[in-house]
């Protein structure tokens, strides 16, 4: 990198040719041990590819209990398919460095310049793959601001398969936007709860006011998807294979940076379902796991839905609706429902199993919750001196990169900071309107408000 | 470029270091005769600088009487604002040859990766880069779909300058976000027409309904500047400084075309102002002027708004209200409103000069009218093969490449097809869904209805 740069880009030809499956180095680290399974909800006992088969890929099932393989070749025709929008760019952000005055050397992997505007056509396109390769028809899934929808909605055009997305009814109405750019894309988009599924229509009858969750619209689109012949159920995060797909954003990142002679101090990353700080501390934490000189690694939460900071490790449901997998992650119990007036995404009840493991063993070193309101002031002091508008999911991460940024410039130490920019936020401006006219307010959940939540994790004898 | 690369990136420091002028270069081509020069509304005469710098910024003003240099330099500060979002990327439109099975090959030049959303960031921070170097304290403009307002918000907060936008009142109402979108970067937004200005006023006066209309909106603006102290007027297309400016487009596309040893055989552009293809067309055109090997040029603009196809090369306002210099252009009378109905941008009366007089003298070879819905057509199709949703403006010339490219297939020939791609189409999302749900409708003139625009052509003795 000159000292003019700017911008990283590795050549295409350089682009993984296989995503990194953490959860081998996690068990070798671990001794052998495997961590905790995902059980059967009916059973109790770990599920199996074939458990799963109905609702998954075949393929995605088996990706999603891969604890062996180290590397997942990438196929070709995926490959061809990342070389239309990758690599992404890794961003030295010397405006904000300027502003900020600070010896550290600030970096940000930019995921946003793509249709669907974010790092979730990764998986997406991943997923759609799979599914076409097994010889499926369709797919649901389900999507809340709506960057997941719309990376599946490119995926499955792209793929010629039918996808059918539950959204919940809240962003559906306030994001029309949303709706008809997935619709742009051949998909059919349902506003959940709806009352064309037995659980949206239970939670009608009991909330006909209702403006949707995430964990109903989940339960919707499994639901659909078990009763649809040539149908199978796709989800954005959490999941182990979502992680596996994400790590393309780490392994360029981490040639990138060989390239310009850099390695980082600091990795910082939002998590809400966790498949993006994931994806980008891959590499970095396969060097933690063997012992290697590594970064330290913080994940950045919202403080309306503080999962890692204020819940509970253990076995929970993914789904409000309670038809899924159990899954041993850090929790706020899949009844808990984030404040109407959080606009930042991130509002999901759990965390992924890989990273919740990975904090409880300490090797994620630091969760930390942050404002609303502070995410936005930060979301525009990067806008103005970056140029680039950032979704506030991403602005989470931005926010700590800039106090981490601050400190260094009071201690004077020239740390190298990476966080990742995992999106554009276009379709965000109604938070932003709020933050510019003094409506926007913070939303930090009450003990009590916690405790609603913490009552609905299942109480499993002998497992948690 | 390798057989399976998709995008040509150039490096940052092989970014142009200078604009291509390419008024020189027609004065030359014409024998040393100057062509139409700019007039001043009240003397008929040639206008000055002096006579501009009530109005322009006086580098600004210079450049667009700038007849002598062929190439300008640009300002160490500016391409260090250029670093930030250029290069942008040359695509080869591998998956929508594919699909079109076509021999050609066909190349477009992306410029929706910034956060204005287009091209027209490239016009709008230089224009910034100038004001802020005269040490003035704000600027105004106007804007219509949004893409230049957005443009010029971000480079006002980049140089620290207020702004303040008229808005087309149809586009403020209709599009809310764009508003927030510039009011985030700190710029203060007023729907035209408005009575906050005495053109305004008449017009609210004589139609108190009135939707507004670019031509209201610049005059709004220009009258604002003038009554303001320490503000100057922006605009983002048809002067000749943005063309020279755009040529940025051109300049980096014809490097990266070199490093893959391709040159296009045919240049396409959409073209409402013109400056996009002015800026995309720029070194080409100086092949074509030096009477080297050149492709052949199609602006390609709506048939809503036919100014090129269906329109006279005459003097004329370059606004509604009639107060600003007289150019002469291709136009269809300053008082032309086009159809409510016309969704994708492209609707000035105008035409740039340049691009008119490059028209006129059979240096840009054709201008080719398009309909709205096929115009969508191909959007849909560009977006689910390339994975990029189009803004309606650039999809005019992914129309034209499509067409092209089909001429290719039925005759066999191996055309190298390269077209602007402005922008994205985040922002036009309303248009998409009038789209997918029928309710959108072609809106071509009627005889009368250019009559009427016709009428509003001054009548100059003698110099017409």
């Not at 995921?111 to 799979?130: D, R, V």
């Not at 891959?282 to 950045?300: N, T």
Request: charged share 20%.
């Amino acid at each position: 990198m000159k000292e003019t740069d700017y911008k990283t880009y590795i050549d295409e030809d350089e682009l993984p040719q296989a995503y990194y499956n953490v959860r081998a180095d996690m068990i070798t680290a671990a001794g052998g041990h495997d961590h905790a399974p995902i059980l059967h909800p009916g059973t109790l006992q770990a599920v199996s590819v074939a458990d799963m088969e109905p609702i998954f890929c075949t393929e995605l099932a088996k990706q999603e209990l891969n604890t062996k393989d180290r590397f997942i070749d990438i196929p070709g025709e995926l490959i061809d398919f990342y070389r239309m929008y990758r690599p992404s760019p890794l961003v030295r952000a010397r405006f904000l460095e300027r502003l900020l005055k600070t010896p550290a050397r600030i970096y940000y992997k930019y995921e946003g310049n793509n249709t669907s505007g974010s790092h979730k056509l990764n998986s997406a396109i991943a997923q759609g793959y799979y599914a076409k390769e097994q010889g499926l028809r369709g797919l649901t899934t389900e999507t809340g601001a709506g960057q997941w929808g719309t990376a599946m909605a490119m995926a499955a055009a792209y793929f010629e398969l039918e996808l059918e997305v539950f959204m919940v009814k809240v962003s559906y109405e306030q994001k029309p936007h949303r709706k008809t750019i997935m619709q742009t894309f051949g998909a059919s988009v349902v506003p959940s709860p709806s009352n064309t599924t037995e659980v949206g229509r239970k939670m009608l009858d009991e909330f006909p006011d209702s403006s949707g969750s995430l964990g109903t619209a989940i339960s919707e689109a499994v639901e659909r998807a078990l009763s649809t012949e040539g149908y199978r159920y796709v989800l954005g995060s959490v999941l182990n294979q979502v992680l596996l797909h994400q790590s393309i954003i780490g392994l360029e990142t981490k040639i990138a940076m060989e390239k310009i002679d850099e390695y980082p101090d600091i990795v910082i990353g939002c998590a809400g379902g966790g498949s993006n700080l994931g994806g980008l501390m891959a590499p970095f934490i396969e060097d933690r796991l063997a012992g290697r000189q590594s970064p330290y690694f913080i994940a950045v939460e919202s403080a309306s839905c503080p999962s890692l900071t204020r819940g509970r490790f253990a076995y929970d449901f993914c789904d409000t609706g309670q038809v899924t997998p159990l899954a041993k992650m850090y929790t706020l119990g899949s009844g808990f429902i984030p404040s109407a007036n959080h606009a930042g995404g991130l509002r999901y009840h759990g965390m992924s199993p890989i990273l919740s493991q990975l904090y409880h063993d300490g090797f994620l070193d630091e969760a930390r919750a942050v404002d609303q309101i502070s995410v936005f002031d930060a979301a525009l002091q990067f806008a103005r001196t970056e140029g680039t508008l950032p979704a506030p999911e991403s602005s989470h991460a931005i926010r700590v990169a800039i106090d981490e940024a601050i400190k260094c410039r009071e201690s004077g130490e020239e740390k190298v900071i990476l966080f990742g920019c995992t999106g554009n936020g276009y379709f965000d401006l109604t938070a932003f309107e709020q933050y510019l006219n003094g409506t926007m307010t913070d939303s930090i959940p009450t003990d009590e408000d916690l405790a609603r939540g913490f009552a609905s994790i299942p109480s499993l004898e002998g497992i948690q």
